[in-house]
């Protein structure tokens, strides 16, 4: 069992950064791939971006390559999401999630990943 938290949402204007981040409980962290994904209301969930157990292989949605960096820190059990540039339509709940074990791509289909965090609020005013 993963549990995972995220925090560092909030509103920015367009342009600016933020900075999440996803604690996990479990000893086994370093073993997954983590993925963050989004919803905005009244649509589906996307991927945003991933990288598999080593960090050593970065996936990102096309929306966001060159814009939103991902990384994991696996001796403080934690996924980052470093996001710059940021656009209104990048507003949506941010998740992050625990998924396939010692994959060496990480996947962006959310029905790879097993455990899922409650997500944080990322606004982006125009």
């Known amino acids: 069992q993963v549990q995972l938290v995220e925090s560092g949402g909030g509103l920015v204007q367009a342009g600016g950064s933020l900075s999440l981040s996803c604690a996990a409980s479990?000893?086994?962290?370093?073993?997954?791939?983590m993925g963050w994904f989004r919803q905005a209301p009244g649509k589906e969930r996307d991927f945003v971006a991933s990288?598999?157990?080593?960090?050593?292989?970065?996936y990102y949605a096309a929306s966001v390559k060159g814009r939103f960096t991902i990384s994991r820190d696996n001796a403080k059990n934690t996924v980052y999401l470093q996001m710059n540039s940021l656009k209104p339509e990048d507003t949506a709940v941010y998740s992050c999630?625990?998924?396939?074990?010692?994959?060496?791509?990480?996947?962006?289909?959310?029905?790879?990943?097993?455990?899922w965090g409650q997500g944080t609020q990322v606004t982006v005013s125009s």
């Open positions: 999630a625990a998924g396939p074990q010692y994959t060496r791509v990480p996947s962006n289909i959310p029905r790879d990943y097993d455990y």
């Open positions: 479990s000893r086994t962290f370093s073993s997954y791939a």
């Open positions: 990288i598999n157990w080593s960090g050593g292989s970065t």
